[in-house]
Nanobody, 115 residues
Framework: QEQLVESGGGLVQPGGSLSLSCTAS????????MGWYRQPPGKERELVAS???????KYADSVKDRFTISRIHANNTVYLEMNNLKPEDTDVYYC?????????WGQGTQVTVSS
């Protein structure tokens, strides 16, 4: 079964850190890139960070210098390290995988930044 399994997230105080991970099943054909998106209330889903198979990373301006995305090819897993978290980072974070034939989405994991 082709799927993405997410873990991590939770509640953290402003200035704190959290890590997210997402593992793509081996049945997903030729993964080109993986990444994380979020959907602020009333807005469209937006890219947080992505990384290509070759290791090229892209970040939203709002998370640059605070978030780091990395990937382990051997187990099809992508990690998102989030530092200096702000209340505006509160959202559901969705893992995304772009395969050669189609794209895939995870079920989402909640990140809440609050004191």
């Amino acid at each position: 079964q082709e799927q993405l399994v997410e873990s991590g997230g939770g509640l953290v105080q402003p200035g704190g850190s959290l890590s997210l991970s997402c593992t793509a099943s081996k049945t997903i054909f030729r993964i080109i890139a993986m990444g994380w998106y979020r959907q602020p209330p009333g807005k469209e889903r937006e890219l947080v960070a992505s990384i290509t198979y070759g290791g090229s990373a892209k970040y939203a301006d709002s998370v640059k210098d605070r978030f780091t995305i990395s990937r382990i090819h051997a187990n099809n897993t992508v990690y998102l390290e989030m530092n200096n978290l702000k209340p505006e980072d509160t959202d559901v974070y969705y893992c995304h995988s772009q395969g050669l034939l189609r794209e895939y989405w995870g079920q989402g994991t909640q990140v809440t930044v609050s004191s």
